[in-house]
């Protein structure tokens, strides 16, 4: 019986990921962070890498079932899987993305998969030119990249809401103060 919380966060670049992230590890007693990015391989060779990658991740997350320690993830597997829907690597990722959310569904955590986005699509904009936002080298991201990243993500997340009964998905719009979004994901995650 899972005694740990596993949560994703996902969301498209500028909907506050590191934020909230931030926040979760902070607030959830014995939680440890993790930052993922995917290859910067875009090629078909990249399939292979990414592939490696997150078979790996799942086995360190298997490795810490009932553990007594949470995890929350900024990013994972679900981003590749973006990112090739909407065109950005010259592979498709859906034959390994289903089979990792497949197993994804059956750890022994008490999962959360939740997407932050912007009802206010317009707030891309704003929030993409802030002089602390990191700018990542050969991933620059304009507010219609980030729109259609969204998009994407919350068509993800009612698919696997459908699909997985296992994984508890939310949607959580971040426009609010920060201190609303937090009392929201209190109440999601029960702390």
Not at 16 to 31: C, E, V
Not at 68 to 89: A, P
Request: hydrophobic share 30%.
């Amino acid at each position: 019986m899972a005694n740990s919380k596993l949560i994703v966060i996902e969301g498209a670049q500028g909907a506050g990921k590191t934020t909230i992230t931030d926040f979760l590890r902070h607030s959830l007693s014995y939680t440890n962070l993790y930052r993922l990015c995917g290859t910067s391989d875009s090629t078909p060779t990249g399939k292979k890498k990414a592939e490696e990658m997150y078979d790996h991740l799942m086995e360190y997350i298997k490795g810490l079932e009932n553990k007594s320690i949470n995890l929350v993830f900024d990013r994972t597997f679900f981003t590749e899987e973006n990112y090739c829907r909407l065109g950005k690597k010259e592979y498709t990722f859906s034959d390994v993305y289903e089979r990792l959310l497949d197993e994804f569904s059956k750890l022994d955590f008490e999962i959360y998969y939740i997407t932050l986005y912007l009802e206010n699509e317009d707030l891309y904009n704003e929030r993409l030119k802030r002089p602390e936002k990191a700018s990542f080298h050969n991933s620059k991201f304009e507010a219609e990249n980030s729109i259609n990243q969204q998009r994407v993500y919350l068509e993800m997340a009612e698919d696997i809401k459908k699909r997985y009964p296992s994984i508890k998905v939310f949607n959580v719009e971040n426009s609010k103060t920060l201190e609303e979004t937090q009392a929201e994901l209190r109440s999601i995650i029960g702390f």
